[in-house]
């Protein structure tokens, strides 16, 4: 049944008696023989997928612009018609500028490009602390006074307080634009988030971690976590891959040297083994153990395999203390209701999707394809999100700007990445790199391409030229 004023609440009960169909968010639910759900779109989960990524980046730069003349994702957090009063979600620009990233190399469009520089040159020019500041080189979260054209502050805290977990999230993608762009402003930036934070943890952070209020300080200390490691691996701690400028480069390397194994040892020792992992979201104003926290330490001892002895296993404890419920049937009861974390107080819009992409990227490095079939299910799940003119409202919820297109779009595309069937059939992608692409121009008969590092490892889905190659009898 479908309940009045809930589009998207659907509880079905044994075999589905003849009458109107079944809704999920914005549309009928389709199911296989199996009574296993499939995209709304299309039967086959790689065109469906591409689908609803491409609805999703369609949305973003048609949304309008705020009546100081800003564009909307540059003010709120969440798109109504009528325009919501709040302001810019914490981490709304990193997950942009990280699904971009991903995206640009997936359709080898210039405007998304040209999107992720607009959205960190808006940013750098309206929101940071000044180098004089006592947190210096950091940005604001959040616009105050919504309409100011300035970030001037946390949403709970008020004026002057930053949320510096959010700042090692927007030094890393900054290190990413300066490789796609050449452009010296954006290392400079990172170069600047990475000292400050670099300086803070310069006394070991505390280990009980449910003393910490929120990621969110102004003078009294900060969180680091697996954000500021990805910063500091890039601009000098371990493997050295953009050159510092304007100080002294070897001093710098010891710098966030000390850092990382700061920091690294503080999450090996308490959140890995505690899988107490700490609030994120800026509207919460109580203690909670988010899943995105976990899922992004996941996801950064998947990348770096090096990081812990035992790096499998322990992404396996992390993805298990965080599994929300199968989008599949269970016993006579046929569920597709909402997913929701395995303790209620670890939260995220899109449970499903983001445990997915990471379940299939586990499954890749511990060669274990036992859970594979039910990421593929709970892929296919979160497309019933997105409406057909690119909306995403994750059930019950928001159009929320953060969940539904900075962090949505590149669940996806790291699923195929990881999965190549995954990708439509008849398209040519570069999937995977382990480089940064600068450029991308997908032609009929070839794809030419840049990319950051002279040596590199690439995945590519050719299937338009196997598909003509199979046509030509070749």
């Keep these: 049944m479908v309940l009045p004023g809930l589009a998207a609440v659907v509880l079905l009960a044994g075999p589905q008696a003849a009458g109107p169909p079944l809704r999920l968010q914005y549309h009928d639910i389709r199911t296989d023989a199996a009574g296993m759900i499939l995209p709304w779109s299309h039967d086959d989960p790689a065109r469906a997928y591409d689908h609803v990524v491409r609805l999703v980046w ?24 009528e325009h919501d009063p709040r302001g810019l979600g914490g981490d709304q620009i990193p997950m942009a500028l990280s699904s971009w990233n991903l995206l640009h190399g997936y359709l080898g469009d210039p405007a998304v490009v040209a999107s992720m520089r607009l959205l960190a040159d808006y940013w750098l020019d309206h929101g940071m602390t000044g180098r004089e500041a006592r947190w210096p080189n950091l940005p604001f979260p959040y616009n105050t006074e919504v309409h100011s054209g300035r970030y001037d502050g946390d949403m709970i805290a008020g004026k002057g307080y930053l949320q510096p977990d959010k700042a090692g999230s927007f030094g890393d993608e900054l290190v990413v634009l300066h490789k796609i762009t050449g452009e010296p402003r954006y ?8 000292d400050t934070l670099a300086a803070t943890s310069s006394r070991a952070p505390p280990s009980d971690l449910p003393a910490l209020p ?16 990805r910063l500091h691996d890039e601009l000098g701690g371990g493997a050295a891959t953009v050159r510092r400028p304007g100080r002294d480069g070897e001093g710098a390397r010891v710098e966030y040297e000390r850092a990382r194994r700061l920091v690294g040892a503080w999450l090996r020792a308490y959140p890995v083994k ?10 919460i104003n109580i203690y909670s153990d988010t899943q995105i926290n976990a899922g992004t330490v996941a996801l950064y001892v998947l990348e770096n395999p090096g990081w812990m002895e035992d790096g499998v296993a322990t992404v396996r404890r992390i993805l298990d203390g ?13 569920a597709f209701s909402p997913p929701t974390s395995r303790r209620p107080t670890r939260c995220r819009k899109q449970p499903h999707l983001a445990q997915a992409s990471l379940e299939l990227m586990w499954a890749e490095a511990a060669g274990d394809d036992s859970r594979r079939a039910e990421a593929i299910r709970n892929l296919s799940w979160a497309t019933y999100m ?3 003119d690119g ?12 969940d539904g297109y900075g962090d949505y779009v590149r669940h996806y595309l790291r699923a195929m990445a990881t999965a190549p069937e995954l990708a439509p059939a008849d398209q040519n992608h570069l999937l995977r790199t382990s480089s940064v692409v600068r450029s991308i121009d997908y032609g009929k008969d070839a794809i030419a391409y840049e990319k950051w590092d002279a040596a590199s490892r690439e995945r590519l889905k050719l299937g338009a030229w196997e598909r003509a190659r199979s046509r030509a009898g070749r």
């Design 386 to 388: 997105v409406d057909t």
């Design 322 to 334: 965080v599994t929300p419920p199968s989008a599949t049937p269970s016993g006579r009861d046929t």
């Design 187 to 194: 290392l400079a930036a990172a170069v600047g988030i990475a």
């Design 214 to 229: 929120r990621p969110r300080h102004d003078r009294r200390g900060v969180r680091l976590e697996e954000r500021a490691v």
């Design 274 to 283: 505690s899988q107490r992992w700490g609030p994120f979201f800026e509207d």
């Design 58 to 81: 369609g949305f973003w730069p048609r949304m309008e612009k705020c009546p100081n003349g800003v564009p909307y994702y540059l003010q709120h957090q969440v798109w109504k018609p």
């Design 391 to 402: 909306k995403n409202r994750y059930y019950r919820d928001d159009i929320w700007l953060t």
